[in-house]
């Protein structure tokens, strides 16, 4: 009776099939991202939650907050001599400058070559005068709970920003409208989305992954295990 | 090949089972080598992986070591077993998973289909043989992805070259359902549940040998 080696064929398969998604997997779903996010449209955002796909969107309070150009203000407090509050046409007014940057997940995925557009903090401390006693600046989220920090020298590190536009467009509402803290040299749990207020404080307050454990300086490659 | 009896005889007019050898203690060794190592690869990768262990993966440090442990834990086993497999029973396994026969054939159409009787099969049946040489790739596959990711973790510059997180994802949503099949008929099916004592005492009832793998029974 003939016999077939179909058992190597099979793992070679695999092996083979594996090495080819290792050279080439990322090239292939990109191709197919359009029909894939179509047929992914009908997945329940439940179970997207559960098993995420790629790289995914977190939340800690979903629906994501919704921007509202009339209603929306940029509230900076605390230790600072001049608070300030404004709107959103005056948040739009202020100078801006572009950068492009790798995002990096503590989870452990990449996005290269994100086109950032938006305003410097130094810009803004200018403006609010903080007073010596302000060491760290809260970040807080319009997604309830989210807040996170860091000290009043990492927010004048370069790249440092307060992003509006996304590769050449306004900030999506997945991407945290109207404006989110970018920090390129830390993982992405630091740079706050939906950005609404900013508290300069003399203390460290851990942020919300942080109270989970999270590293305060979330330095990509030299924190939280890696 | 594998047949010999272990136990025989009667107790009081009642017929005691008779048992047959199964699965050698190599054969054995390599299977819970590999089933505690995947378990631990497993719990600790979702850990990693799943939002909903997000405040757990906080200790990222733990979780990653107990990870990359139970990988380099498998493949130390893997050479130890390999190497110390001196009677070749190993190298015949492998050879009887690699070799599939028109039965078997008839078999992966019969498992599909369910048209007519079940072919006749040998120690393993051609599903059992698939699993095996899929399960083995797999864990080539795991460890080769997973080494890029270990090492674009720690060097910024082979970030980006190979897509190694999608190609682990892939194969661990491969690897969970063959897993989960498994176990399900090791566990839980009626008719298949006893082969489990073949993979931990290495021998199983004559009488359900015969009914399932008949072929071997046969050479026995």
């Not at chain 1, 509202?68 to 202020?94: M, N, Q």
């Not at chain 1, 997604?143 to 999506?172: C, N």
């Not at chain 2, 990693?48 to 990988?71: C, I, Q």
């Not at chain 2, 393993?124 to 973790?153: I, P, R």
Request: net charge positive.
């Amino acid at each position: 009776m003939g016999e077939r080696r179909i058992g190597r064929a099979a793992f070679l398969s695999v092996v083979g099939a594996g090495g080819i998604g290792l050279l080439f997997g990322d090239r292939i779903t990109s191709a197919l991202h359009a029909p894939i996010a179509d047929a992914g449209s009908i997945v329940p955002n439940a179970i997207k939650d559960v098993f995420p796909t790629g790289w995914r969107i977190y939340a800690i309070n979903p629906p994501w907050p919704t921007f509202d150009p009339a209603d929306y203000r940029l509230e900076i407090t605390g230790h600072v001599r001049k608070p300030v509050t404004l709107t959103w046409p005056e948040v739009s007014a202020l100078p801006a400058v572009s950068q492009t940057n790798t995002f990096h997940c503590v989870t452990g995925w990449t996005v290269s070559n994100v086109h950032w557009r938006g305003v410097r903090l130094q810009t803004l401390w200018d403006m609010v005068e903080p007073l010596p006693s302000a060491r760290y600046a809260n970040f807080v989220s319009m997604e309830r709970g989210y807040v996170d920090t860091l000290s009043m020298k990492q927010t004048i590190l370069p790249g440092v920003m307060l992003a509006h536009t996304m590769q050449g467009r306004p900030l999506s509402r997945a991407h945290g409208s109207p404006m989110r803290l970018v920090i390129p040299e830390m993982y992405g749990y630091k740079n706050v989305k939906w950005l609404h207020r900013i508290e300069l404080v003399p203390q460290l307050e851990p942020g919300f992954w942080e109270q989970n454990g999270y590293d305060v300086d979330a330095w990509v490659g030299r924190s939280n295990g890696y | 090949m594998p047949g010999s009896a272990a136990r025989t005889g009667t107790e009081r007019g009642r017929p005691r089972p008779v048992y047959v050898r199964r699965f050698w203690p190599e054969e054995r060794s390599l299977h819970w080598l590999l089933a505690v190592t995947f378990v631990i690869l497993l719990a600790t990768g979702l850990i990693l992986y799943l939002p909903a262990f997000a405040e757990l993966a906080a200790n990222r440090r733990l979780w990653k070591s107990l990870h990359l442990g139970a990988a380099i834990a498998f493949w130390a086993g893997l050479v130890v077993l390999v190497a110390s497999d001196t009677g070749g029973r190993l190298r015949t396994t492998a050879s009887e998973v690699d070799r599939f026969d028109e039965d078997d054939l008839r078999w992966m159409r019969w498992a599909v289909t369910r048209r007519g009787d079940e072919p006749p099969q040998g120690r393993f049946n051609a599903g059992q043989k698939l699993n095996t040489a899929v399960v083995f790739g797999l864990m080539l596959v795991f460890s080769v992805s997973g080494l890029l990711m270990y090492l674009q973790e720690t060097d910024a510059a082979v970030r980006g070259r190979t897509s190694a997180i999608l190609v682990h994802d892939v194969a661990t949503w491969i690897a969970v359902p063959l897993v989960a099949g498994h176990l399900y008929l090791v566990l839980v099916n009626p008719s298949t549940r006893h082969s489990l004592r073949g993979m931990v005492l290495g021998t199983v009832r004559r009488d359900w040998a015969r009914r399932h793998h008949p072929k071997w029974d046969a050479d026995d």
